[in-house]
């Protein structure tokens, strides 16, 4: 009988260690690895997008950034064996609908963020043993001439511009700090 309660509790405490997903040292790594992706996605399309601003300012960069963003994330998708995606609660695209989970992550970093409190990267292992990394991207100033507020940090040309693209574009009204989104990357493995 012993023996058998024994049992019983030890497959019951393998299970809960199972579906608590990450060891310290796997959540650690996981989020070494996220920041590593996420930093070199932000560098990578950050500038080829100043390259296209350089060369043509707003009228060449968000043209650039609706038909080259998703191939950019696609190719490091595939060099990171991950899935890399920028979510938000405020879409330019409509293609790129933010998940359920996504959306509670960006709501708790605002939360945090009104609150003044730290905001950190989120690892964690999902209901099928997916492994998530999710970090929040903060608006900086260039960010602002094609996210910010029209006749403060946006020109009216470069709205007209957007919305001729994007037509049901809410992705404006951002001030430096704010939180734009997040890095949503699903690991292969």
Same mark, same amino acid.
């Given at each position: ?49 100043m ?28 060099k ?21 989970r ?9 939360k945090?963020?009104?609150? /003044? ?5 989120? @690892?964690?292992? +999902? #209901?099928?043993? %997916?492994?998530?990394?999710?970090a929040? !991207? ?10 910010? /507020? ?5 020109s @009216?040309?470069? +709205? #007209?511009?957007? %919305? ?5 574009? !809410? ?19």
């Amino acid at each position: 009988m012993l023996l058998k309660k024994i049992t019983i509790l030890s497959l019951f405490i393998s299970l809960i260690s199972c579906s608590s997903g990450f060891s310290e040292k796997e959540k650690q790594e996981y989020t070494i690895k996220g920041k590593e992706i996420a930093q070199a996605s932000f560098n990578e399309l950050s500038s080829q997008l100043m390259t296209q601003m350089q060369a043509g300012g707003p009228a060449q960069a968000v043209p650039f950034c609706k038909e080259q963003a998703a191939p950019i994330l696609a190719q490091l998708s595939s060099k990171y064996d991950a899935n890399i995606k920028r979510s938000s609660d405020l879409l330019r695209s409509c293609k790129i609908e933010p998940t359920e989970r996504e959306l509670e992550i960006i709501y708790g970093y605002k939360k945090l963020i009104s609150e /003044k409190k730290d905001i950190q990267p989120i @690892v964690e292992v +999902d #209901s099928d043993n %997916k492994k998530h990394f999710y970090a929040p !991207i903060i608006v900086k100033t260039n960010c602002l001439v094609c996210h910010g /507020k029209v006749n403060e940090t946006m020109s @009216v040309k470069t +709205d #007209s511009i957007i %919305k001729s693209i994007y037509p049901f574009d !809410i992705a404006t009204g951002y001030n430096e700090g704010d939180l734009r989104g997040v890095w949503s990357i699903t690991f292969n493995k």
